[in-house]
């Protein structure tokens, strides 16, 4: 079964400094997707990053950016000079082909501190 | 990436009653996803929705429970019968595109009183 694990339930940043959240997944497939959404209060689901598994350079987008080990099987997201606005829980998300349903992680919640 | 208007985004409800939530999207989508958030957890499929065809459920969901409709490529309808109050959730619409990913509603939530 495919399956998706965020082993942080809370994470807290100070204003300006550097976070990274954990993600592991379990699969025996070779072609997958990996996501980052973040989530706020409002509850709207908002893409963060995403990463191709047959891809091996790192996505960046910002000041996001991922550390994809796929032997490992990991999926870390790193948020760079962190901001209020990126406090919000973060989900890391799995899908094996396109059409294919999306498997969440448990969520990590970040709190950003000023 | 496509835009998702869906309704209602929130309402109370009496159990024992059915709620009726709806996706339009902006442009034509093959599938449609319908998720369920339960009070602080993550977000797990209920069912995938085919134009044309009867909706796909996950083990745990039930057409009965959970009636979807797709009636053309850019809306859905997702409804909640018989409600009690372990259905009160989040519920949110998906749709993937090739080039974006995954865009999700703006989610309904549904209190059962």
């Known amino acids: 079964a495919q399956t998706v694990t965020q082993s942080q339930p809370e994470m807290s940043v100070q204003e300006a400094e550097t976070v990274t959240l954990s993600c592991t997944y379990d699969?025996?497939?070779?072609?997958?997707?990996l996501f980052w959404y973040k989530q706020p209060p409002s509850r709207q689901m908002i893409l963060v990053i995403r990463?191709?598994?047959?891809?091996?350079q790192n996505a960046t987008e910002n000041r996001f950016s991922v550390n994809f080990q796929k032997a490992a099987k990991s999926f870390s997201l790193k948020i760079s000079d962190s901001q209020l606005g990126d406090a919000a829980m973060y989900f890391c998300?799995?899908?094996?082909?396109?059409?294919?349903?999306?498997?969440f992680g448990a969520g990590t919640i970040l709190r950003v501190k000023s | 990436s496509a835009v998702i208007s869906q309704k209602p985004s929130r309402d109370i409800c009496q159990r024992g009653t059915s709620l009726t939530i709806q996706c339009q999207v902006d442009?034509?989508?093959?599938?449609m996803f319908w998720y369920r958030q339960q009070p602080g957890q993550s977000l797990t499929l209920i069912a995938t929705a085919n134009q044309g065809s009867e909706a796909t459920y996950e083990s745990g969901f039930v057409i009965d429970k959970f009636p979807i409709s797709r009636p053309n490529l850019t809306f859905s309808t997702l409804t909640v019968s018989n409600m009690s109050p372990e259905d009160s959730s989040i519920y949110l619409c998906?749709?993937?595109?090739?080039?974006?990913?995954?865009?999700f509603g703006s989610g309904t939530r549904l209190t059962v009183v």
């Open positions: 442009s034509q989508v093959t599938m």
């Open positions: 998906s749709v993937e595109s090739r080039s974006y990913g995954y865009t």
């Open positions: 990463q191709e598994a047959y891809k091996q």
């Open positions: 699969t025996s497939e070779s072609d997958y997707y």
């Open positions: 998300a799995y899908r094996v082909g396109y059409g294919n349903k999306l498997v």
